[in-house]
């Protein structure tokens, strides 16, 4: 048997929820079916009791409606922003302490070089210019022997250094060195700084501000400053 197409409409109809012209062609409908015009008698009296109801007794049989939504969700977001930045910091935290960790590990026999400024009379791309290394002359007893060579540029003095810790030494232990380029006038400027144990060997490049014409000598030191070994420029 097939259904009306109509069934569904008798409720509708009754509460007024037809639009014009859905109205107009149901009530055509119900002048030839005899079922959407038992449907429609069986339901007319709805709207009739529900204008009896009252709210307030409504709201004693009815479930409390549930809280809105939204602000809910907007709390949610809040919260779960806040947990992102807050993993967020912990990664950074954890990052930055395996960096510092890492650097403590490489850095023993490994000196702490300044950033090189770029030279632009130098072509970029290109292997640099092999660099005459020459040994530094020791001004006190000490565990360690280097060779230096002074690469002059534009902003200042290129410095390649190559140096060595004795093996066998009475130190017998790691030990802070630094490297101090000295200019005119006794103006002093630390150009690396590294912890170095017996037997390590370490090579790096740094900077000074001194140029040819006013860089006078390059001292290796204790970290209390004493000489150890020295490079007059000639």
């Known amino acids: 048997m097939t259904r009306c197409e109509f069934a569904y409409d008798d409720g509708a109809y009754v509460l007024g929820a037809l639009a014009p012209a859905e109205r107009a062609a149901y009530e055509r409908h119900l002048g030839g079916c005899a079922s959407c015009r038992e449907a429609v008698a069986e339901i007319a009296v709805l709207p009739g009791l529900l204008g009896r109801l009252d709210p307030a007794g409504l709201e004693q049989i009815l479930p409390p409606p549930a809280p809105p939504r939204v602000p809910a969700l907007l709390d949610e977001a809040r919260q779960r922003r806040r947990r992102e930045r807050a993993a967020d910091r912990r990664r950074y935290a954890l990052t930055t302490l395996a960096a ?135």
């Not at 540029?153 to 380029?181: H, I, Q």
């Open 100 to 234: 510092a960790g890492l650097a403590l590990v490489v850095g023993v026999g490994t000196a702490v070089a300044l950033p090189r400024p770029v030279d632009p009379s130098v072509p970029q791309g290109r292997p640099a210019p092999q660099v005459s290394m020459v040994a530094m002359r020791p001004v006190a007893a000490g565990p360690v022997h280097a060779d230096l060579g002074l690469t002059g540029t534009k902003w200042g003095t290129e410095v390649t250094m190559r140096c060595g810790y004795d093996a066998r030494t009475s130190y017998g232990k790691a030990y802070p060195f630094r490297l101090v380029a000295r200019g005119p006038n006794g103006a002093t400027e630390q150009i690396g700084s590294w912890l170095a144990a017996p037997g390590d060997d370490l090579s790096f490049t740094g900077a000074t501000r001194f140029t040819d014409a006013e860089l006078v000598s390059v001292e290796l030191q204790k970290a209390d400053g004493t000489p150890l070994l020295t490079y007059a420029v000639p």
